[in-house]
C-alpha cells in the first residue's frame, strides 16, 4: 500500500499562490490515481482535483481554471499548483490514492495523507 505526505500549505492572502506537493512511498506510484481533497472547519471533506495513471485530469468546478493538477512519476510525486486563491479555498488540504480508473469521493481513495493546512485571508 502507498504512503503519502503532503506539504506547501501555508497562509496566503486572496489572489495569492501556492503549491501543495504529495510524495508517494512504499508501492508502485504510477500505478495509482491521485487525488487532492479538502476539508473546512465543519464541512465535508469534498473532491478537488485527480490526475490518473495515463495523466488525464479532472477537476471540480469551484477550482477549475485556477488550479493544476501534475504527476511526476519518476519522481513519486503528486503537485497542485493554486492561483487566484479566494478565502473560500480555506481548508486542510489532503492528497489519496487509489488503484483504478478516476475518482472522485473520497471512499473510492484507499490510501490517505495526514493534511496540510491552507488558510487564505480576505
Known amino acids: 500500500q502507498v504512503q503519502l505526505a503532503e506539504s506547501g500549505g501555508g497562509l496566503v492572502q486572496a489572489g495569492g499562490s501556492l503549491k501543495l506537493s504529495c510524495a508517494a512511498s512504499g508501492s508502485t506510484f504510477s500505478d495509482y490515481a491521485i487525488g487532492w481533497f479538502r476539508q473546512a472547519p465543519g464541512k465535508e471533506r469534498e473532491f478537488v482535483a485527480v490526475v490518473g495513471r495515463g495523466g488525464s485530469t479532472y477537476y471540480a468546478a469551484s477550482v477549475r481554471g485556477r488550479f493544476t493538477i501534475s504527476r511526476d512519476d519518476a519522481k513519486n510525486t503528486v503537485n497542485l499548483r493554486m492561483n487566484t486563491l479566494k478565502p473560500e479555498d480555506t481548508g486542510v488540504y489532503y492528497c489519496?490514492?487509489?488503484?483504478?480508473?478516476?475518482?472522485?469521493?473520497?471512499?473510492?481513495?484507499?490510501?490517505w495523507g495526514q493534511g496540510t493546512q491552507v488558510t487564505v485571508s480576505s
Open positions: 489519496a490514492a487509489e488503484k483504478g480508473l478516476i475518482a472522485t469521493t473520497p471512499g473510492a481513495f484507499g490510501s
